[in-house]
């Protein structure tokens, strides 16, 4: 496996060994143990480590010579043997007839090492170190513990450890599998004249992120009979005693087994089954690796699974655990059933998926399901348990899993009302990963093919494909679905449907400029979601009253959706629900929760395979960050979105990003550049998303009145206030009467706005846009020959923006002081409570012993503004390290 391929999606990884070898070479010395499973490629990382300007001294674990002490030290430092002391030549067997039996002169070896590293900087690699003698392993872990001083840097490489570990306590970097985007990337490496879409699926499905795995994967999607991974896998496996190899066969047969049940299976060999690397135990579930599950599937035999098919049959409760017991019974002997009895058992199965879903609990359903379908008789009813169980995946994140499932379903499908619920799961899943085009087009497809059948999901599907073209900001195909859905309308809709079509029908209207048209609809759809407990009637209530500005309702029914889709198993509504709770968070200027709501969106999303929604809150963060004045994170933030905006044409992003662009070009005092990118936004050049690009014209104004065009933004500002007025939302009130004060300059009636801003702001609840007006208008005043009354406002927005550590604000605000006279005092808080959203996340990360690099990786903030917050958190809360600011935190 070529280490530069492999190690395309090991950017951070291979910079952590790099600096840990810069800090050896300057003198400071290093250590550092990376641990992964078999494939990780810890191997090739240790072997891509930067060795210019070192001694390079090498030593591998090797099964056949763990038991020969020392032999590691042996292979270690052969190659300076002739300035080993006579002491440790004979220890590590490197002297003439010396019998290198035990050892114990860990010092020795120190010393050596400290002083080859005293002429030149040594570099230490023990690759697959868990496999070293006890001696060697000891011997370099004392010598790993005592670098510091020294240009001297130890690396291990290993497979995770379990009881006593004598590398316990050094700095570990732990290879976890590689994240979808990089695990594509290395399969398009692998495979450069491209592979079906399906193959890939599959074959991303099947590594689950195992370098080593899609490496032999890419090919064919099998792994090769002469697989080194299958090989090792097995091998594993055949050296574990009977015992441990009927615990291990419970979980390949059973993908939601739990402690409890291995215990009843009074099986007493986990600690031997875990400590082989093989059943990974979290909690209380038991588990394997896809791969692992995979592997041990194709290489026992039938028989012993049926075994352990009979050990859970036996233990399962079938009260409890009915849908597992079912299939293990009908697994145990599955070879002697009639067609009579596989379909009644695959009908039991059936309905005890049914049981499971009403109750939430769809990773049970699924599974319950698939078995069903592996006993169904007739190519439909196999179908419907197969369709079933990928909208199951669905609801709980697992769009990967799903699609493949639908692939398998799909050479049984036969009839318009499979085709359509099979359409309908597809574009659910095409939602979050794909174009938004394409899950226009599978939703589309599906309403129609759903209406006579499951009336409610075809309605359910317009809705979506109208969230679509939202993504995609495609306004037209918007328009259409919204009119293909009125057309469906009866007069006497029950509550649910009845909230999707107004809100079809409010957002349309809301797109089209109609904001008094709207308001009747968004008012019901609002009441209604209200009323219903379902999280989607709760996520679409939430949007309705962001667009009325009701931010706070929309807040609360974002919350309850979010609540709603943890609580009933549909879990992969949380990062769009997250989406419309962050964005209603920071219209009232409560940045704290909004940043909250985004960071874990963007973490539930990745988890869920949703790469649509992560880009949805990196812009929403980018955003934010603009309106702070902090440009280097926005542009940061903007910057890890662009190629999924780019590449799937999602609109709504793209708006947002061209928003927050514009604010940066603001804060750098560039409202040329900030008017341009706006005007290409109101003239509706490419896929422009119509409801943000209404939420620009606030600053659109204060561009055009910097630049002298005032006359330019009268047209885009009356779309903005027949918006703000219709809805009567104080928040957007407010930022229309500032931007009726800006563009009145010198004019009296420039005072009644800002007054009446001033006032709205306070209303509302929203401190920051308040600080800004205040600005403005402690800015105007002072033109106007009036000190004293800018003093007071200017004063008012200073408090406000160090609150939200505003710099660049806070910035304006004492120059605007100065030129009217002030004396400006700075009081420097000392207390926690006082520090701002961002840096009270990353003062709590820094007390957990995260590095500025990984810090800035949560956070999506670059390394030097990581830099620049701690040097911020340090004067606030007046400590001067790290350690002092863990021991106040703790």
Known sequence: MAAEVVLRGREQERAAVQEALAAAHAGDGSALAITGGPGSGKSSLLRSAPTAGFRVLITQGVPTESAHEPAGLHRLL?????????????????????????????????????????????LVLADDAGLLDRPSLEALAFVARRVTGHQLAV?????????????????????????????????????????????????????GGNPLALTELASTGRLPHDSALRARLRDRFRALSPDAQLLVLLAVVDEDLELDTVVRSELDALDEARDSGLLVVEGDRVGLAQLTRFVLRTEVPLSEQRRAHAVLANVLDPEQHTARWLWHRAAMSRTALSRAEAGNQADELGAAAARSRRTGNYSVASAASQRAATLAVSPQAKAAHLIAAAADQW????????????????????????????DFVRGGVELGDSAPGTAVRSLLKASGELLDSHRTLAV???????????????????????????????????????????????????????????????????????ELPDPRSKIWGSQAAYVLGRAGRSLELATQAVAGARDTGMTSLVPWALVYKSLAALLLDQHSISLDCSLEGVREATSMGQPNTVVDHLTILALMAALQGDKTTAVHRLHLAAADVTRRGLGRPSTFGSWTLACVDLVDNRPADALNRLRLLAVDTGRVHPGIKVMTAP?????????????????????????????????????????????????????????????????????????????????????????????????????????????????LVRAELRASGDTITRPRPTHAAQLTPQQSQIAELVAGGA?????????????????????????????????????LLG
């Open 78 to 122: 052969h190659p300076v043997a002739d300035r080993l002391p006579q002491s440790l030549r004979k220890a590590t067997g490197l002297a003439a007839g010396s019998p290198g039996a035990t050892f114990a002169l860990h010092t020795e070896v120190h010393r050596l090492l400290c002083e080859l590293a005293a002429e030149q900087p040594v």
């Open 155 to 207: 690396l291990f490489a290993l497979e995770p450890q379990r009881g006593e570990n004598p590398l316990t306590g050094l700095p570990t970097l732990a290879l976890g599998p590689l994240d979808d985007p990089a695990a594509m990337e290395l399969l398009s490496d692998l495979t450069p004249l491209g592979l079906p879409e399906d193959l890939a699926e599959d074959i991303l499905h099947l590594a």
């Open 395 to 422: 609801s709980t994140g697992r769009p990967r899993t799903s699609r493949a499932i639908l692939r398998e379903a799909a050479v049984h499908v036969r009839g318009r009302e499979l085709h359509g619920l099979a």
């Open 460 to 530: 359910t599907a317009l809705v979506f494909a109208a969230e679509a073209a939202s993504i995609a900001g495609d306004q037209a195909e918007h328009a259409s679905t919204a009119a293909r859905a009125a057309a469906l309308r009866r007069a006497d809709e029950p509550p649910v449907t009845a909230l999707m079509f107004d809100h079809l029908e409010g957002m349309a209207a809301t797109f089209a400029g109609h904001h008094r048209e709207a308001r009747a609809a968004l008012d019901r759809a609002v009441r209604l979601a209200g």
């Open 699 to 811: 600053h659109y104004v204060e561009a055009a009145v910097a630049c002298g065009r005032q006359a330019a933004a009268t047209k885009v500002l009356k779309q903005f206030e027949g918006w703000a007025t219709s809805t009567g939302c104080p928040a957007r009130l407010a930022l229309s009467h500032r931007s009726q004060a800006l563009l009145a300059g010198a004019d009296p009636t420039a005072d009644e706005h800002f007054r009446e801003a001033i006032r709205l702001h306070r209303v509302s609840g929203t401190p920051m846009e308040l600080a800004k007006t205040e600005l403005f208008y402690g800015h105007r005043l002072r033109l106007d020959r009036q000190p004293k009354a800018a003093r007071q406002h200017l004063r008012d927005a200073l408090q406000i923006f160090q609150q939200y550590d505003a710099g660049h604000f806070v910035g």
């Open 851 to 887: 590095t500025n690099r990984e810090i800035a990786a949560q956070l999506f903030i670059s390394h030097r503004t990581v830099e620049h917050h701690l040097r911020n958190i340090f004067t606030r809360l007046d400590v001067r390290s790290r350690v002092e600011l863990t021991r």
